[in-house]
């Protein structure tokens, strides 16, 4: 990946030498537009309010183009402003311009935004495309939002978001890839390297923002910005596991969690901040605070001020401030008392320059303002790769009596008012599509079923209509449940205590199934639902997330067979809310989970998950046997069998786990380490081989020390994290 040449180096040194003081802070100062008159809301909490559902796109678009707004153009002017929050290529040009011509040195702007799966051409939802366990897929998908953003002059994208999560009951379950390391790391390098490496030398790259770091993900309950504590083992063996992928694959950014880690908040944990993510994983550019959040450790019990939160960031390895001012306001009045040392600021500013430097925008600040137009239309190749990532990210939970896919002339009725909201696809925090180009389910569905009809008889805010849901039952052959979750009920402040369906769902369901017509349940939702009730109930249920702007097409596609399922779970889903924090990795205890009394259980739920991390079903099935494994000095081979023993072409995702049975501290029951897409013909029938470095099979102890113990280990292979092969060896 891009590296700074050693004249560019130089040429940082050259500017900082000339650099003043404040000067210097000011590159640590993160601005976003904020509306003057009338409207007294800072834009960072309007696009909250956008992405929560708070306030429609239209609403915004209105306080966007009737209200006055500061862009804080007078401090720019001053060299007080490094970054700022904008994405319109005409303000970032008129912004950069005061940045480049207007301030004493010149030193260019870095526009920065949230950019999470897809700008103009939105993509699944993080959770829903990390189960498609398709790296190269994750990284086009990266490639492109890379591309049109830069378009627009947005070249830094705060994403990839790499929480680890456990608990679907926080919302931001559906920002991140799930709840396993392995796949999430994978998830990030095929991130950071879509963001930032184009696949010829001048094709746009931007800067990554790995985000939030870090153990936001294990908010205690599951409540969103809640207190975070872990043991160190964990820390350092699954939550910091993407992170340090995304680090050593080159990514130039982070930014900080809001909450905090064992008792320090992320944004002024020095152990955090300068020990691991600087010094251990090496992090080429700089960190930013999450919104607000250094004014926040006032909140958290641990600054008593505005100055002491500046100067305990600052201290502790926070390079940029992004909101509160404060750097701007204190962090001058900090060095001249001493507080903070002028290394520190120095350090810093040489980061965030560093990153403009390799973002090439001290030789091009400017974005050409008719680039964006190229967009005007998305491009075929963008609503192609659009409809392939929705595809494959869909999730076939159950098919009992292989309803499953439907015939295109089956006469069909289509329920559910989330299947007829276009802006419903798209999923939580995406910011710039438009809903002309979102395809919602309903409009898929007539593309490929002739005989369907829509009834809406009700959705997760609202009631139910008996009549409608009456009518329904009478025309179909089949029901199309299009049941789940607004996308306002996922992602930022968005936990929910209950994670059953919302509103009266339950009882549409129940009603349209006491008509005796098949039933198949369509899945629209942000996080992993408590299905226990559907999955006794309903025949056939189509896991659908939020999947961008070709979802309609995607999941009409997969109903009608066009597309064989083959999208597998990132996350596990528990049977009921209860069971909440429920992973396949977990620890073992002194009394795992069994049918008797004084085990790990609970009275009143089943014993693990409903479905489990990496299950999914396809319209074919697949065997697996004969797991072997070879010992091949540093390195384990093992192999596979894999047959389709359907009738139909099919791709699986063949899952390797291991498990360290006895070490000196507790390890997962399972481990995943590799996967593999297998493809075969009806019949076919594929040996899979996986090469797993020994070293692979230690682990990291409390003081971060990583430890490769003899013993017994044990090889699982499978299509799942719960159905498997297994293989023992002893390793010396
Ligand atoms: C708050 C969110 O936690 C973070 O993910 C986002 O990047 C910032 N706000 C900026 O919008």
Redesign the pocket.
């Known amino acids: 990946m891009r590296q700074l040449t050693e004249a560019q180096k130089k040429r940082i040194e050259e500017i900082l030498s000339r650099m003043t003081l404040e000067e210097k802070i000011g590159q640590m100062n993160q601005e976003s537009p904020s509306i003057v008159g009338g409207f007294d809301v800072p834009f ?1 909490e309007l ?1 909250e309010m956008l992405t929560d559902g708070r306030l429609s796109k239209e609403e915004f678009g209105k306080i966007m183009s009737t209200s006055q707004q500061d862009y804080h153009e007078d401090d720019i002017r001053a060299g007080r402003v490094g970054s700022l929050m904008v994405q319109d290529p005409a303000k970032v040009n008129e912004l950069q311009k005061i940045a480049v011509e207007e301030s004493r040195l010149g030193i260019p702007l870095i526009f920065g935004l ?1 950019v999470i799966h897809g700008f103009k051409t939105v993509f699944p939802i993080a959770i829903a495309e990390a189960g498609t366990f398709d790296p190269d897929l994750m990284r086009k998908t990266a490639r492109m939002a890379a591309r049109e953003s830069k378009a627009a002059g947005v070249s830094w994208h ?1 994403a990839p978001m790499l929480d680890i999560a456990r608990d679907a009951r926080w919302g931001r379950v559906s920002e991140g890839p799930g709840e396993d390391p392995c796949l999430a790391s994978a998830f990030a390098t095929a991130k950071v390297t879509g963001l930032q490496e184009g696949e010829s030398p001048d094709d746009p790259y931007v800067a990554a923002c790995l ?2 770091y870090i153990g936001y993900g294990a908010c205690e309950s599951g409540r969103d910005y809640n207190t975070v504590n872990m043991a160190m083992h964990v820390f350092y063996n699954h939550y910091l596991k993407p992170f340090k992928a995304a680090v050593d694959t080159g990514a130039q950014t982070v ?1 900080a969690a ?1 909450n905090d880690l064992n008792g320090i908040p992320c944004t002024v944990n020095k152990f955090l901040l300068r020990d691991i993510l600087k010094e251990k994983l090496g992090l080429p550019g700089f960190v930013v605070s ?2 607000n959040a250094i004014r926040e450790c006032i909140n958290h019990g641990i600054a008593a001020d505005d100055f002491d939160a500046g100067v305990q960031a600052a201290l502790a390895g926070m390079d940029m401030d992004m909101g509160t001012g404060i750097y701007k306001n204190q962090l001058q009045k900090a060095v001249e008392e001493g507080k903070v040392p002028m290394e520190v600021i120095d350090e810093a500013a040489r980061r965030i320059l560093s990153v403009k430097m390799w973002l090439g925008l001290f030789d091009h600040p400017y974005v050409d303002e008719a680039s964006m137009h190229q967009y005007d239309v998305l491009p075929q190749e963008h609503l192609d790769l659009a409809l392939e990532a929705a595809e494959r990210s869909i999730v076939l939970l159950k098919n009992e009596g292989d309803i499953l896919p439907l015939a295109p002339s089956a006469k069909i009725s289509v329920i559910g008012s989330l299947a007829d909201q276009p802006e419903e696809v798209v999923g939580a925090w995406a910011l710039s599509w438009r809903k002309e180009d979102c395809v919602s389910l309903w409009s898929g569905i007539q593309k490929e079923f002739a005989n369907a009809k829509y009834f809406p008889c009700g959705g997760p805010e609202g009631g139910l209509n008996e009549e409608e849901i009456t009518e329904a039952a009478a025309y179909g052959d089949v029901i199309v449940a299009v049941l789940g979750e607004t996308i306002a009920m996922s992602g ?1 402040a968005s936990s929910r205590a209950d994670i059953t369906l919302p509103g009266k769902q339950r009882q549409i369901l129940e009603k349209l199934l006491e008509s005796g017509k098949p039933v198949v349940l369509v899945l629209m939702n942000g996080r992993p639902l408590a299905l226990e009730w559907e999955d006794a109930h309903v025949p056939a249920i189509v896991e659908a997330w939020h999947l961008g702007i070709r979802m309609g097409d995607a999941v009409a596609r997969v109903l009608c067979g066009k597309k064989n399922p083959e999208g597998r779970l990132s996350s596990s889903f528990p049977a009921m809310t209860g069971q909440c924090p429920v992973y396949y990795n977990h620890p073992n205890t002194g009394r795992p989970a069994s049918k008797s009394k004084f085990t790990s259980r609970y009275l009143d739920a089943p014993l693990d998950s409903l479905y489990p991390f990496g299950y999914g079903l396809s319209y074919t099935s697949f065997d697996f046997s004969n797991l072997n494994v070879r010992d091949q000095g540093d390195v384990l081979m093992i192999g596979v069998e894999v047959k389709n023993t359907g009738e139909r072409a099919g791709t699986t995702t063949a899952q390797l786990y291991t498990q360290d049975v006895a070490a000196s501290l507790v390890r997962p029951v399972k481990e995943l380490k590799r996967f593999a897409k297998v493809t075969l013909e009806a019949g076919e029938i594929m040996r899979v081989y996986f090469e797993l470095p020994k070293n692979e099979l230690g682990f990291f102890d409390n003081e971060g020390n990583y430890r490769l113990e003899e013993g017994l280990f044990r090889i699982y292979v499978g299509q799942n994290s719960r159905e498997c092969l297994m293989a023992e060896i002893w390793e010396k």
Do not use: N, P, R, T
């Open positions: 960072s696009i949230d705060f985000k939030h930014m809001f999450d919104a930022e």
